[in-house]
């Protein structure tokens, strides 16, 4: 069974702040995704990595793939109360059956 | 695009009635469904990855006879939790993987059925 371990696994910062989530593994992964997740509802993806060292930003949230695609790591500059949530990763490995395997999630709260 | 639908988005039953529930990728085609459990501000614990066209593959500890996975076509899979007790009580969601993602290997999610077992 692959390991993705992500932390921290709780969060709880004041408005403007900065903060970055990491997941870590021993294993290779063909691509990475990130989630988020708000209560009572599913998981939504911010975005998929595939190539090693890759840097994709989306506003103010900026996700790196490590260069040997065994880690990945999603910087939020200036958080918001709206970027209140679980943030969720998951890599998926092309030596097996390309099941993804899922990070323990980090529970955000951002404070107004 | 990419669109997940579940049905229904909560469901309380009876300790003892089954429970069925449906999840429906809206406009794309999906090989591969996957059903997850989760409990309150944890990670998704994967149950089953159902394969359009054949049985499902069950993780281990979770009971192929009770709860059980039909993926009978590109678009649908049901899970019906059978003889559901207390304990079965939880947030269930489903993934459906686009048949042309290539190797991005993206899910999509439902939006999740609350299911509360009294």
């Known amino acids: 069974t692959q390991l993705l371990e992500q932390s921290p696994q709780f969060l709880s910062i004041q408005e403007g702040e900065n903060l970055t989530v990491y997941c870590n593994s021993s294993?290779?992964?063909?691509?990475l995704q990130w989630y988020r997740q708000e209560p009572g509802e599913g998981p939504v993806l911010l975005v998929t990595?595939?190539?090693?060292?890759e840097v994709k930003k989306l506003k103010r949230l900026t996700f790196q793939f490590g260069d040997a695609r065994k880690d990945s790591s999603l910087h939020i500059t200036a958080a918001q109360p709206g970027d209140t949530g679980l943030y969720l990763c998951?890599?998926?490995?092309?030596?097996?059956?390309?099941?993804?395997?899922f990070g323990r999630g980090t529970s955000l709260i951002v404070h107004p | 695009g990419a669109v997940v639908s579940q049905h229904p988005s909560w469901v309380i039953c009876k300790s003892g009635t089954s429970v069925k529930i449906e999840c429906r990728s809206l406009?794309?085609?999906?090989?591969?469904m996957f059903w997850y459990r989760q409990f309150p501000k944890q990670s998704l614990m994967l149950m089953a990855t159902?394969?359009?066209?054949?049985?499902?593959?069950?993780e281990q500890g979770v009971e192929k006879d009770k709860f059980l996975i039909n993926h009978a076509s590109l678009t649908l899979s049901t899970l019906t939790v059978t003889s559901a007790h207390p304990e079965d009580s939880s947030f269930y969601i489903c993934?459906?993987?686009?048949?042309?993602?290539?190797?991005?290997?993206?899910?999509?999610f439902g939006p999740g059925t609350r299911l509360t077992v009294l």
């Open positions: 993934s459906a993987r686009d048949l042309l993602a290539g190797y991005s290997y993206e899910q999509f």
């Open positions: 294993s290779v992964f063909s691509s």
């Open positions: 990595v595939v190539t090693g060292g």
């Open positions: 998951a890599g998926v490995s092309s030596g097996g059956s390309y099941i993804p395997t």
């Open positions: 406009d794309f085609q999906a090989t591969t």
């Open positions: 159902s394969n359009e066209g054949s049985k499902a593959t069950y």
